[in-house]
């Protein structure tokens, strides 16, 4: 099992929060057709003005160190299926050397970032971060 830095009831805090952001509701799109089936999904999520959860959220992971920063991207990837517990090192060294911009807006680009990093945590052996907040 391979050990992560990121504090563990810091995790499940950060999934807590990621969860309340990506569940919120699509971004509202004009019904032209008349006919929903054939209607665009929305690509975003619905941002209020002053929306502090997001703010605050995008705030705390762009304050992360890199190294932390590059075990939330690979925890992203394993729980996607884009590499196997086995890989975390390879996984984990793709990360840093594809840092380039925000962690935060890579993260929030992805709609199931919450269910891929608590899917990666598993694949590592830690799925009971999410109820006892340890690893």
Do not use: C
């Not at 190294?67 to 984990?92: C, Q, Y």
């Amino acid at each position: 099992m391979d050990e992560l830095t990121i504090n563990s009831e810091y995790m499940r805090r950060l999934l807590e929060k990621l969860r309340a952001v990506m569940g919120r509701e699509g971004e509202v799109m004009p019904d032209i057709a008349g006919n929903a089936s054939d209607d665009e999904r929305p690509a975003t999520l619905q941002e209020t003005p002053g929306d502090l959860l997001l703010q605050e959220l995008t705030e705390e992971i762009e304050a992360m160190d890199d190294d932390h920063k590059h075990e939330l991207v690979a925890l992203m990837w394993l729980g996607r299926g884009d590499f196997s517990a086995a890989e975390w090192p390879e996984a984990m060294s793709l990360a840093a050397e594809r840092h380039d911009g925000p962690t935060s807006r890579y993260l929030l680009s992805h709609p199931r970032v919450a269910d891929q990093l608590a899917s990666g945590l598993e694949e590592l052996g830690y799925s009971h971060v999410l109820q006892d907040g340890l690893y």
